[in-house]
């Protein structure tokens, strides 16, 4: 199983900052296999990018991917207020897929 | 509009079973591998299972491995699974999702879950 581990665990930070959040895998990833999802309280998981840099339909072009192997990272150029929320990674490389414990971005 | 909405979810003592149900609409269902990922109170998500687009493949956590039972019925667009033996742990928000037809296996449509509450 590819264990995913994302840094930090909780990013405060003011609207209009740079948030730059990090993913590390167990074990190299393709990186066509690697997605980021965000989720707000009470609410399903939203794609925001599959095959580490691809942004997924409606997702404005703030919200950047990037890595490969081991190493990814999700970065909100200038965060917005409705940016606030927690972001997994999920790798789907290899069965199981498996996500990361999330980072949660706050307002400071 | 591209919709999946969970339904079946509930309180179940432990031991019992449940099936939840997910039905498609506003995409062609037949197409695409479809999964259940789970969350816990407070916690992270799990994917739990999925199965190819005519049922023939289907992958399972160890966890849940022998327990619960992915299926689909595409004439329904209808995806469903099964839990028995049902323990504390699997008390969670249950959502479906679709993999994406990119070839990435993100996934990019998801329900609104359905909550299962297992408790004496």
């Known amino acids: 199983e590819i264990v995913l581990t994302q840094s930090p665990g909780t990013l405060s930070l003011s609207p209009g900052e740079r948030a730059t959040l990090s993913c590390r895998a167990s074990q190299s990833v393709s990186s066509s296999y690697l997605a980021w999802y965000q989720q707000k309280p009470g609410q399903a998981p939203r794609l925001l990018i599959y095959?580490?840099?691809s942004r997924a339909t409606g997702i404005p072009d703030r919200f950047s991917g990037s890595g490969s192997g081991t190493d990814f990272t999700l970065t909100i150029s200038s965060l917005q207020p409705e940016d606030f929320a927690t972001y997994y990674c999920q790798q789907s490389y290899i069965t199981p897929r498996t996500f990361g414990q999330g980072t949660k971005v706050e307002i400071k | 509009e591209v919709q999946l909405v969970e339904s079946g979810g509930g309180l179940v003592q432990p031991g019992g079973s449940l099936r939840l149900s997910c039905a498609a609409s506003?995409?062609?269902?037949?197409?695409?591998?479809m999964n259940w990922v789970r969350q816990a109170p407070g916690k992270g998500l799990e994917w739990v299972a999925n199965i190819k687009q005519d049922g023939t493949e289907k992958y399972y956590i160890d966890s849940v491995r022998g327990r619960f039972t992915i299926s689909r019925d595409n004439a329904k667009n209808s995806l469903y699974l099964q839990m028995n033996s049902l323990r504390a742990e699997d008390r969670a928000v249950y959502y479906c999702a679709r993999d994406d037809a990119s070839g990435s296996y993100a996934m990019d449509v998801w329900g609104q879950g359905t909550t299962v509450t297992v408790s004496s």
């Open positions: 095959g580490a840099s």
């Open positions: 506003g995409f062609t269902f037949s197409r695409y591998w």
